[in-house]
């Protein structure tokens, strides 16, 4: 630290450390009251791409069909299915349901029209009053599961192939108000992106954004709220039945509580170890409890400043308490060591010059080693993916507001301690560290030549590496997230939703613009028609009813419904002939409203050509390939059927994760680069050479390469969290290679001997090193208990990566620094130069 910054550190920080601690107490407790404002978002847009443009095609398409989110209720029997007992009991838990606030409708096996079973004429089929149920008419259990199996608008959809499982569908209203806030804020950050936004319109954008969050807020609230009132209900049936509960809202509900979970395990547990194992290093109260102190008031301004702007977690950066905790405690760790070992070498001095002789030594090692952390998570910001973003950033944060704190508290604190006058000798003796000195020096050439056959197998492993995954699989299987979404692609249709929408190239016809020599129909046929039923040219629904069937002839699709899945019916109803244009045209104009927002609305526009095909795709396939999927329907419909390219769109949650799957390659190329290209440069700045830099971030490139070469070998995908561990690794894991470098650039003029330096190096910064790296293993080997996989991964492969790196910069590292005397050449010894251990005490 610079002499002038360090005379009004001593001034302002040691003259006046009661001033300061009190200061810094008010600044915690206002940082206190924000936190009750802290909120979570487990939403679907935080698990999808930032300024994705088939995100906005989505949600057009949302508002223009009207769809609403739904929750699936799977009701597998203990007795047979169509038994008077356990339809009584299925009836029952609907009307429970149907009775619950936010349920606009539950759809069952027992009110939907048994068309087929009841023989309708097409005249017959427009009005409800025709139609029976199962719950309203004596059909025998045979004809009903016939009916369930054949029935275009049913089949893969209420019935299970082996009649044992039914699923109820709880609709959940349409909320306008939410929907037309976002295609607000769309256009508004359309204006801003083309530099076209007035002042204005820049702060409808604010308010907007801000209605846009209350708004979420109220939805997650209510669909909360809801997803434990159907659990409640669940709970009265499992007598009669095997429940489970499916559906976005109840996997962002439970989402939500993971997070909730996460944040409270991770904390104590990662707090739990951390006291702990302070406690074996130091074995002094005081230490361990102010670096707790550190630590957790840290958390505390974070978690405040986060309730105060409204930022809110994801599942994403729900461990950022955990990593605050570590990281902070690391960097504590760092100051103790140094401030023991400065106490060790001048024994006589006052309390105040050993903080002061501290601080400045250690400030500008871990003001870098901070920096490249803070660079690893601000690298996140070009992933493109909202919650990966979010957490970079809450990181970048939270390592500022862990170095401030770090250097106000602790020697505020200690300045006020009397020195530890325990004259413990452990700190003096030959630490643990030591044996990799030996070995570094025994056998140097051995772990450069691993490091290198390790390197090797890291790229082959690297270039096994896949982005595709399941979104079943980021659960644990005793999670009812996994065994619902588990259940329902298994046995009723699949479970994420796929839209193809295909644009046709004709002219609105209207129905009078239909010839035939005969009408079906009874009565008067006079009345005006202002409705457009283009698709009810014949031409048109046979091209619809053949991208159905080759939609439904897929693997990988489950239930499929479009328009030719009442053309189907209808077809089926007419004696198996298609009806001709007048004929469906006016069997359309006849229908009640009802019917035709149930079967014919969601599946065609009225006000341009335009078809809707709904599909649910079997997540839990595990030979699902997403994008080839995608290219093989593209292809299908442009090349074998001849649409143009830019009139066959596919939409739904599925291309939208997948888009963000895509993305993940490109996003982990960029952040490693960023963070590779930035910690190149900080190397350059502080050691002023270059050679010394290229050294420097040798050993770093390991970690990072053999976590990825690790997950590619074990066919581990990258996933949203595991394209921030390669870069995070860097920026963590780059500390030691910089603290290291900084003590040996200190050392070696001493005596201008490398190996001796490499001892004293490893007796004293390595020790520091060596307690923060199993401080920082040992913290996140708690991630493993969540119920987020991709979050155990991250655990386990950060942990992997810290032990890589400790290895690397106690071993490799040293040995280049010995190989390549980058300080210049060593003194002239006369005579054999012994170098061990006892260079330790500088003897």
Same mark, same amino acid.
């Given at each position: 630290?610079?002499?002038?910054?360090?005379?009004?550190y001593d001034?302002?920080?040691?003259?006046?450390?009661?001033? =300061?601690l009190?200061?810094t107490?008010?600044?915690l407790?206002?940082?206190?009251?924000?936190?009750?404002?802290?909120?979570?978002?487990?939403? #679907?847009?935080?698990?999808?791409?930032?300024?994705?443009a088939?995100?906005?095609?989505?949600?057009?398409?949302?508002?223009?069909?009207?769809?609403r989110?739904?929750?699936?209720?799977?009701?597998?029997?203990?007795?047979?299915?169509?038994?008077?007992s356990?339809?009584?009991?299925?009836a029952?838990?609907r009307?429970?349901?149907s009775?619950?606030?936010?349920?606009?409708a539950?759809?069952?096996?027992?009110?939907?029209?048994?068309?087929?079973t009841?023989?309708?004429?097409?005249?017959?089929?427009?009005?409800?009053?025709?139609?029976?149920?199962?719950?309203n008419?004596?059909? *025998?259990?045979?004809?009903?599961?016939?009916?369930?199996?054949?029935?275009?608008?049913y089949?893969?959809?209420?019935?299970?192939p082996?009649?044992?499982?039914?699923?109820?569908?709880?609709?959940?209203?349409?909320?306008?108000?939410?929907?037309?806030?976002?295609?607000?804020?769309?256009?508004?950050?359309?204006?801003?992106?083309?530099?076209?936004?007035?002042?204005?319109?820049?702060?409808?954008?604010?308010d907007?954004?801000?209605?846009?969050?209350?708004?979420?807020?109220?939805?997650?609230?209510r669909?909360?709220?809801?997803?434990?009132?159907v659990?409640? !209900?669940?709970?009265?049936?499992?007598d009669?039945?095997?429940?489970?509960?499916?559906?976005?809202?109840?996997?962002?509900? *439970?989402?939500?509580?993971?997070?909730?979970?996460? +944040? !409270?395990v991770?904390? /104590?547990?990662?707090?739990?170890?951390?006291?702990?194992?302070?406690?074996v290093?130091?074995?002094r109260?005081?230490w361990?409890?102010l670096?707790?102190l550190?630590?957790?008031?840290?958390?505390?301004?974070?978690?405040?400043?986060?309730?105060?702007?409204?930022?809110?977690?994801?599942? =994403?950066?729900?461990n950022f308490?955990?990593?605050? %905790?570590?990281?902070?405690?690391?960097l504590?760790?760092?100051?103790i060591?140094?401030?023991?070992e400065?106490?060790?070498?001048?024994p006589?001095?006052d309390?105040?010059?050993?903080v002061?002789e501290?601080v400045?030594?250690?400030?500008?090692p871990?003001?870098?080693?901070?920096?490249t952390? &803070? !660079?690893?998570?601000?690298?996140?910001?070009?992933?493109?993916?909202?919650?990966?973003? *979010?957490?970079?950033?809450?990181?970048?944060?939270?390592?500022?507001?862990s170095?401030?704190?770090?250097f106000?508290?602790?020697?505020a604190?200690?300045?006020?301690?009397?020195k530890?006058?325990?004259n413990?000798?452990? *700190?003096?003796?030959?630490?643990f560290?030591?044996?990799?000195?030996?070995?570094?020096?025994?056998?140097?050439?051995?772990?450069?030549?691993?490091?290198?056959?390790?390197?090797?197998?890291?790229?082959?492993?690297?270039?096994?590496?896949?982005?595709?995954n399941?979104?079943?699989?980021?659960?644990?299987?005793?999670?009812?997230i996994?065994?619902?979404?588990s259940?329902i692609?298994?046995?009723?249709?699949?479970?994420t939703?796929?839209?193809?929408?295909?644009?046709?190239?004709?002219?609105p016809?209207?129905?009078?613009?239909f010839?035939?020599?005969?009408?079906?129909?009874s009565?008067?046929?006079?009345k005006e028609?202002?409705?457009?039923?283009?698709?009810?040219?014949?031409?048109?629904?046979?091209?619809?009813?053949?991208?159905?069937n080759?939609?439904e002839?897929?693997p990988?699709t489950?239930?499929?419904?479009?328009?030719?899945?009442?053309?189907?019916l209808t077809?089926?109803l @007419?004696?198996? %002939?298609?009806?001709?244009?007048?004929?469906f045209?006016?069997?359309?104009?006849?229908?009640?409203?009802?019917?035709?927002?149930?079967?014919?609305?969601?599946?065609?526009?009225?006000?341009?050509?335009?078809?809707?095909?709904?599909?649910? /795709?079997?997540e839990s396939?595990?030979?699902?390939?997403?994008k080839?999927?995608l290219?093989?329907?593209?292809?299908?419909?442009?090349n074998?059927?001849?649409?143009?390219d830019?009139?066959?769109?596919?939409? @739904?949650?599925f291309?939208?994760?997948?888009?963000?799957?895509?993305?993940?390659f490109?996003?982990?190329?960029l952040?490693? #680069? /960023?963070?590779?290209?930035?910690? &190149?440069?900080?190397?350059?700045?502080?050691?002023?050479?270059?050679r010394?830099? !290229?050294?420097?971030?040798?050993? @770093?490139?390991?970690?990072?390469?053999?976590?990825?070469?690790?997950?590619?070998w074990? #066919?581990i995908?990258l996933?949203?969290?595991?394209?921030?561990?390669?870069?995070?690794?860097i920026?963590?894991?780059?500390?030691d290679?910089?603290?290291?470098?900084?003590?040996?650039?200190?050392?070696?003029?001493k005596?201008?001997n490398? &190996?001796?330096?490499?001892?004293?190096?490893?007796c004293?910064?390595?020790?520091?090193?060596?307690?923060?790296?199993?401080?920082?293993m040992?913290?996140?080997?708690?991630?493993i208990?969540?119920?987020?996989?991709?979050?155990?991964?991250?655990?386990?492969s950060?942990?992997?990566?810290m032990?890589?790196?400790?290895?690397?910069?106690?071993?490799? +590292?040293p040995?280049?620094?010995?190989?390549l005397?980058?300080?210049?050449p060593?003194?002239?010894? @006369?005579?054999?130069?012994?170098?061990?251990?006892?260079?330790?005490?500088?003897?």
């Amino acid at each position: 630290m610079k002499s002038s910054l360090l005379r009004i550190y001593d001034e302002y920080i040691l003259e006046h450390p009661i001033l =300061i601690l009190v200061i810094t107490f008010g600044i915690l407790a206002f940082f206190g009251l924000q936190a009750p404002k802290f909120k979570l978002d487990a939403s #679907g847009d935080s698990l999808l791409l930032e300024n994705d443009a088939d995100l906005y095609y989505f949600r057009q398409m949302a508002e223009h069909y009207r769809t609403r989110d739904i929750l699936v209720l799977t009701y597998t029997a203990k007795k047979d299915l169509f038994s008077a007992s356990t339809l009584k009991d299925l009836a029952t838990l609907r009307d429970e349901l149907s009775l619950l606030e936010s349920v606009t409708a539950v759809t069952t096996i027992l009110e939907v029209p048994l068309l087929l079973t009841a023989d309708l004429t097409l005249e017959e089929l427009a009005d409800e009053e025709n139609f029976i149920t199962l719950e309203n008419s004596s059909v *025998d259990p045979i004809t009903a599961r016939k009916e369930f199996y054949e029935n275009p608008l049913y089949k893969d959809r209420l019935l299970s192939p082996d009649g044992r499982s039914t699923a109820l569908l709880v609709s959940l209203p349409y909320d306008e108000t939410y929907r037309t806030l976002l295609k607000r804020r769309y256009e508004l950050r359309e204006k801003e992106y083309n530099n076209t936004i007035s002042a204005g319109e820049m702060q409808e954008l604010e308010d907007v954004s801000l209605a846009i969050r209350e708004e979420l807020t109220r939805l997650m609230q209510r669909d909360k709220q809801l997803v434990e009132d159907v659990r409640s !209900v669940m709970d009265r049936h499992r007598d009669h039945a095997d429940l489970y509960l499916g559906g976005v809202p109840m996997i962002v509900s *439970d989402m939500i509580a993971f997070i909730k979970n996460d +944040l !409270v395990v991770f904390g /104590i547990g990662v707090m739990f170890f951390l006291i702990l194992t302070l406690s074996v290093i130091f074995r002094r109260a005081r230490w361990v409890i102010l670096s707790m102190l550190c630590c957790l008031s840290a958390v505390l301004v974070m978690v405040g400043t986060l309730g105060m702007v409204d930022w809110r977690i994801t599942v =994403i950066s729900s461990n950022f308490i955990s990593l605050m %905790l570590i990281l902070t405690m690391s960097l504590t760790i760092h100051l103790i060591q140094r401030y023991l070992e400065v106490q060790a070498q001048f024994p006589d001095v006052d309390q105040r010059f050993l903080v002061l002789e501290t601080v400045k030594t250690i400030a500008l090692p871990c003001f870098y080693t901070m920096l490249t952390t &803070m !660079v690893a998570f601000a690298s996140l910001l070009v992933s493109g993916i909202r919650p990966v973003i *979010d957490f970079g950033m809450m990181m970048t944060l939270g390592l500022m507001i862990s170095f401030g704190l770090a250097f106000i508290m602790f020697p505020a604190t200690v300045v006020l301690l009397k020195k530890d006058a325990s004259n413990d000798e452990r *700190d003096l003796r030959p630490p643990f560290t030591v044996f990799f000195a030996r070995i570094t020096r025994r056998h140097g050439k051995t772990i450069l030549a691993l490091s290198i056959i390790l390197a090797v197998l890291s790229g082959m492993g690297i270039s096994r590496l896949k982005v595709e995954n399941r979104f079943i699989d980021y659960f644990r299987e005793k999670t009812e997230i996994y065994q619902g979404m588990s259940l329902i692609d298994r046995k009723l249709g699949g479970t994420t939703p796929l839209d193809l929408i295909v644009d046709f190239d004709i002219e609105p016809l209207a129905p009078n613009s239909f010839q035939s020599d005969e009408d079906f129909f009874s009565g008067d046929e006079e009345k005006e028609q202002e409705e457009n039923y283009w698709f009810a040219d014949v031409i048109i629904r046979e091209e619809i009813e053949d991208i159905h069937n080759y939609l439904e002839s897929q693997p990988e699709t489950g239930e499929i419904l479009s328009l030719a899945s009442f053309e189907k019916l209808t077809t089926r109803l @007419n004696d198996n %002939l298609a009806l001709d244009g007048f004929d469906f045209s006016i069997l359309l104009q006849k229908m009640e409203s009802d019917l035709q927002e149930t079967l014919i609305n969601p599946y065609v526009s009225r006000a341009t050509p335009q078809a809707r095909f709904s599909m649910r /795709i079997i997540e839990s396939d595990k030979k699902l390939e997403r994008k080839a999927l995608l290219q093989r329907l593209r292809r299908h419909l442009v090349n074998k059927l001849g649409y143009p390219d830019s009139q066959v769109r596919l939409s @739904n949650m599925f291309v939208l994760y997948n888009n963000m799957l895509q993305s993940l390659f490109q996003s982990q190329i960029l952040t490693i #680069g /960023i963070v590779f290209l930035a910690i &190149m440069l900080m190397f350059l700045i502080l050691f002023r050479s270059l050679r010394l830099a !290229v050294i420097a971030i040798i050993p @770093n490139l390991l970690p990072a390469a053999m976590v990825l070469g690790t997950m590619g070998w074990f #066919g581990i995908p990258l996933n949203m969290m595991t394209i921030t561990i390669a870069s995070i690794t860097i920026g963590i894991a780059v500390d030691d290679t910089i603290h290291y470098i900084h003590r040996f650039r200190k050392e070696f003029p001493k005596d201008r001997n490398y &190996m001796a330096t490499l001892y004293r190096c490893h007796c004293s910064i390595g020790r520091a090193m060596y307690y923060t790296s199993i401080t920082i293993m040992i913290g996140f080997s708690i991630l493993i208990v969540s119920n987020f996989v991709p979050t155990i991964y991250f655990g386990l492969s950060t942990g992997l990566a810290m032990l890589v790196a400790l290895l690397a910069a106690l071993t490799l +590292l040293p040995h280049l620094l010995v190989t390549l005397k980058p300080l210049g050449p060593e003194a002239d010894y @006369n005579g054999e130069e012994i170098v061990d251990e006892n260079h330790c005490a500088g003897k």
